[in-house]
């Protein structure tokens, strides 16, 4: 069953951390971009970070400093560690897997930062 299942996420005071998980099943996971997004309440959804392939990542200017996306291609996982969270870091998480024009999602997990 192709699936990408998001973990993580919590309630974290601000300027705490968290580490969210995105276990993918069913496909060939090393050939596969990875990226992490997120909505807000009342907002689009936005990419957050996004690795290769090859290892190479890239971040919005909101997370920069702050967020580490990495994978591990043995366990078929994408992380995103998220340090120094902020109430804006609200959201609801996805992970998604894009490679030759299969395009999939995660169900999403719920990061809420407040004291």
């Known amino acids: 069953q192709v699936q990408l299942v998001e973990s993580g996420g919590d309630l974290v005071q601000p300027g705490g951390s968290l580490r969210l998980s995105c276990a993918a099943s069913?496909?060939?996971?090393?050939?596969?971009?990875m990226s992490w997004y997120r909505q807000a309440p009342g907002k689009q959804r936005e990419l957050v970070a996004v690795?290769?392939?090859?290892?190479?990542?890239n971040y919005a200017d909101s997370v920069k400093g702050r967020f580490t996306i990495s994978r591990d291609n043995a366990k078929n996982t994408v992380f995103l560690q998220m340090n120094s969270l902020k109430p804006e870091d609200t959201a609801v998480y996805y992970c998604?897997?894009?490679?030759?024009?299969?395009?999939?999602w995660g169900q999403g997990t719920q990061v809420t930062v407040s004291s």
């Open positions: 998604n897997g894009y490679w030759n024009f299969n395009d999939l």
């Open positions: 069913g496909i060939m996971f090393r050939f596969y971009r």
């Open positions: 690795i290769t392939n090859g290892g190479s990542t």
